[in-house]
């Protein structure tokens, strides 16, 4: 299995490397796209245990980057298996960590006046591979130790083999999840935060389940959603999609969504569909 890691400058390429290389992938860092057939090739022919690696290709790789996808595909027909891993940031942070460091963003020094010109550039030029991509994270809220678990869901586990479904929860003040295919929204409903003896509970807590779950409208709300997934999701698996993401929003993104988010695993699970959830900001005040 290959895995080729790109994103934005900034988003946290070099910690997702990390965490692939701890769980048992082999490595290699700014490898220019024309090589990777080649490089295919010669892992397969290593007497090496070479059966997961992980590249790293990215606009640090000049003109060149642009063949990336082009040798994506000669991988794929080779009969090599082949997953896109991309990571993204929101631009504000992005241009936060840079100020931080104190490094120089790979592209400015091809003319633009900032930062925000130089990220503004390379979303530019990433935009045809993140149209492929099969795995997208924004790293936005991430800490290093949230992203490293987060490559470990993904990849540790056997996910390789058709589709499997992300439920995911989140909190709308804290930004809306670019990695999510399909959003719903369950603000509308009553929020247990408000509840004195609730408010400092989750939705993976039972009382907090109960109050959101026992109502006549989240019960109506729950048959017509699991109802349009019933169907959407086997048509997003014969189009031959790898990752799916469902996020479910609330204000913070720790009672409403977070019940909803089980609730969903719980149904596309009975459907024997391979899934797990993932709660963004459950842990924030």
């Excluded at 057939?37 to 090496?48: D, I, K, V």
């Excluded at 990571?87 to 091809?110: G, I």
Aim: negative net charge; hydrophobic residues 35%; glycine residues 6%.
């Amino acid at each position: 299995m290959f895995v080729i890691v790109s994103g934005m400058s900034g988003s946290g390429k070099s910690q997702a490397v990390k965490a692939l290389e701890d769980i048992g992938f082999y490595c290699v860092d700014n490898l220019p796209p024309k090589l990777l057939p080649t490089f295919a090739e010669l892992c397969m022919q290593s007497s090496e245990s070479l059966s997961r690696v992980a590249l790293v290709a990215d606009i640090r790789g000049g003109e060149s980057f642009s063949e990336l996808p082009e040798s994506i595909q000669k991988l794929k027909k080779s009969g090599n298996e082949c997953k896109v891993l991309f990571l993204d940031c929101d631009d504000t942070v992005l241009a936060r960590r840079y100020k931080e460091t104190r490094r120089q963003h790979p592209l400015s020094h091809k003319g633009s006046d900032s930062v925000f010109d130089a990220i503004s550039r390379e979303r530019e030029l990433l935009q045809p591979l993140r149209a492929c991509t099969d795995y997208l994270i924004d790293t936005t809220h991430f800490s290093t130790a949230q992203l490293k678990e987060r490559i470990s869901e993904l990849f540790l586990e056997d996910n390789t083999e058709g589709m499997w479904v992300e439920c995911m929860s989140f909190g709308f003040k804290y930004g809306y999840p670019a990695e999510a295919d399909l959003v719903f929204d369950v603000r509308c409903f009553p929020n247990p935060f408000y509840v004195p003896e609730l408010k400092q509970k989750t939705g993976l807590d039972r009382e907090v389940r109960d109050f959101v779950l026992n109502s006549k409208e989240m019960d109506g709300f729950l048959q017509r959603l699991y109802s349009l997934l019933d169907y959407l999701v086997p048509l997003y698996k014969s189009e031959g999609k790898s990752r799916l993401v469902i996020a479910v929003g609330c204000t913070g993104g720790k009672h409403r969504s977070v019940t909803v988010a089980q609730a969903l695993a719980e149904h596309m699970a009975a459907l024997d569909m391979p899934t797990h959830t993932h709660h963004r900001d459950i842990q924030k005040n």
